[in-house]
């Protein structure tokens, strides 16, 4: 390689590891930040809704004198009964109660007909947290009942409850607890290729629009070095902060994993050394899109925090495709594979769900990543070299 080129890279490595509060932004955010937060999320949420379906289930109901039968048997399942008074509705919509049942004065009546006996219950399913978890505590122990005496009545009458099951369902659930634990994960391509795209962001700006700020271009331009040669170091220098922290990011990953409740959801994720290869293969490509792409839109803007804005949209790119996949299954093709980005969702969430990666989606998904990347380089060098947008004025 060009001494030129490699000593600004190397000017460029070294002032912005000077600058602590970027260092510490777009790499210890992003690389770890993240997946603690994710961890510590995660852990919190399940145990609160592990607590919840443990503990006693307390029922808030109005007129329990009018189904003693239901009564007794909630009770008989370790439930507390709480007699409630009031409007069930506002009791709810201020969250004093989780849920409340309404037992009308007509219950006893249609129960003792055999005519179907109506039991009002009041929740909110739009509400946060682990309340979901007594809502279908409640109805399910409502469904119970209501089989119960409706296969006693049968009975009585001597007829089978069997008759009234036409057909029987056998589930045959193909997902595996690795498959199940990528639908848990599914939001690790977007952080991966999020952490990518912050890592080289502050660079890409500070190399440019900061220079331009600085009014220190003009001098750097003086120097006895091919322009084409001086952004091309600054590039390197740019894609290996981007590498450093999706490197960052993949080893906090696999370091969090074993404090994530995966075992308590049935799940599992495999972030072992082959696969955690096949990541730093497929993405590492896509550095060189990212870092070229920041310094285009870097070269247009005038100022340190206009670029900031411009580059920070761009992190939008990373989320259509994720976002999409998240709600649309996709069977993949190879042009999908060849296509940055949407290539790297598909590839990780294959590799989470424990499948098969065909190398030729490897390889289209490299050879895509760095044909769009070395294009891009060469318009931000086309760029560099125009007068009109290199200097602010």
């Given at each position: 390689?060009?001494?030129?080129?490699l000593?600004v890279?190397?000017?460029?490595?070294t002032?912005?590891f000077?600058d602590?509060?970027?260092v510490?932004?777009?790499?210890?955010?992003g690389?770890v930040?993240?997946?603690?937060?994710f961890?510590?999320?995660m852990?919190?949420?399940?145990?609160?809704?592990?607590d919840?379906?443990?503990?006693q289930?307390?029922l808030?109901?109005?007129?329990?004198g009018n189904?003693q039968?239901?009564?007794s048997?909630?009770k008989?399942?370790g439930?507390k009964?709480?007699?409630f008074t009031?409007?069930?509705?506002k009791?709810?919509?201020n969250?004093?109660e989780?849920?409340v049942i309404?037992i009308p004065?007509t219950?006893?009546?249609?129960?003792?007909?055999?005519?179907?006996?109506?039991?009002?219950?009041?929740?909110?399913a739009?509400?946060k947290?682990?309340?979901?978890?007594t809502q279908?505590r409640?109805?399910?122990?409502?469904s119970?009942y209501?089989r119960?005496i409706?296969?006693?009545?049968l009975?009585?009458?001597?007829i089978?409850?069997?008759l009234?099951?036409?057909?029987?369902?056998?589930?045959?659930?193909?997902?595996?607890?690795?498959?199940?634990?990528a639908?848990f994960m599914?939001?690790?391509?977007?952080?991966?290729?999020?952490?990518?795209?912050?890592?080289?962001?502050?660079l890409a700006?500070?190399t440019?629009?900061?220079?331009?700020?600085?009014?220190s271009?003009?001098?750097l331009?003086?120097?006895?070095?091919?322009?084409?040669?001086?952004?091309i170091?600054k590039?390197?220098a740019?894609?290996?902060?981007?590498l450093?922290t999706?490197?960052?990011?993949?080893?906090?990953?696999?370091?969090?994993?074993?404090?994530?409740?995966l075992?308590?959801?049935g799940?599992?994720?495999d972030?072992g050394f082959?696969?955690v290869?096949?990541?730093l293969?497929?993405?590492a490509?896509?550095?060189?899109m990212?870092a070229?792409?920041?310094?285009?839109?870097?070269?247009?803007s005038?100022s340190f925090k206009?670029?900031?804005?411009?580059?920070?949209?761009?992190?939008f790119v990373?989320?259509?495709?994720?976002?999409?996949?998240?709600?649309m299954?996709v069977?993949?093709?190879?042009w999908?594979?060849?296509?940055?980005?949407?290539s790297?969702n598909?590839i990780?969430n294959q590799?989470?769900?424990?499948?098969q990666?065909a190398?030729?989606?490897i390889?289209?998904?490299?050879i895509?990543?760095l044909?769009?990347g070395l294009?891009l380089?060469?318009?931000a060098?086309?760029?560099?070299?125009r007068?009109s947008?290199?200097?602010s004025?």
């Amino acid at each position: 390689m060009n001494k030129q080129i490699l000593t600004v890279m190397r000017k460029e490595i070294t002032d912005n590891f000077r600058d602590r509060k970027t260092v510490m932004s777009s790499i210890f955010m992003g690389a770890v930040f993240m997946p603690v937060m994710f961890v510590v999320l995660m852990n919190f949420v399940v145990g609160m809704q592990k607590d919840k379906a443990e503990e006693q289930l307390e029922l808030a109901i109005k007129g329990i004198g009018n189904a003693q039968s239901f009564i007794s048997f909630v009770k008989t399942k370790g439930v507390k009964v709480n007699a409630f008074t009031g409007d069930a509705k506002k009791a709810v919509e201020n969250k004093d109660e989780e849920a409340v049942i309404i037992i009308p004065e007509t219950f006893a009546d249609n129960f003792s007909k055999g005519i179907p006996a109506k039991i009002e219950v009041y929740y909110d399913a739009s509400a946060k947290g682990a309340v979901n978890v007594t809502q279908k505590r409640i109805k399910s122990l409502i469904s119970e009942y209501s089989r119960t005496i409706g296969m006693t009545r049968l009975q009585l009458r001597g007829i089978s409850p069997i008759l009234l099951q036409a057909i029987i369902i056998e589930d045959h659930d193909v997902s595996t607890a690795q498959s199940k634990g990528a639908m848990f994960m599914s939001f690790l391509p977007y952080v991966l290729i999020l952490g990518l795209f912050m890592g080289s962001m502050y660079l890409a700006i500070d190399t440019m629009a900061g220079e331009k700020e600085r009014n220190s271009l003009e001098a750097l331009l003086l120097n006895p070095i091919k322009r084409s040669h001086l952004l091309i170091g600054k590039l390197l220098a740019t894609i290996s902060f981007g590498l450093v922290t999706l490197i960052a990011t993949i080893i906090s990953f696999k370091l969090a994993m074993p404090f994530m409740p995966l075992q308590d959801l049935g799940m599992t994720v495999d972030l072992g050394f082959k696969n955690v290869g096949i990541l730093l293969l497929i993405l590492a490509p896509l550095a060189v899109m990212a870092a070229s792409l920041q310094t285009i839109v870097a070269t247009y803007s005038k100022s340190f925090k206009e670029a900031q804005t411009y580059v920070n949209l761009l992190m939008f790119v990373p989320m259509i495709p994720s976002m999409a996949l998240m709600f649309m299954p996709v069977k993949e093709k190879l042009w999908m594979m060849a296509t940055p980005v949407l290539s790297h969702n598909l590839i990780i969430n294959q590799i989470m769900r424990g499948e098969q990666v065909a190398p030729l989606s490897i390889i289209a998904a490299i050879i895509g990543s760095l044909f769009i990347g070395l294009i891009l380089a060469l318009v931000a060098i086309k760029l560099y070299n125009r007068e009109s947008l290199l200097f602010s004025d």
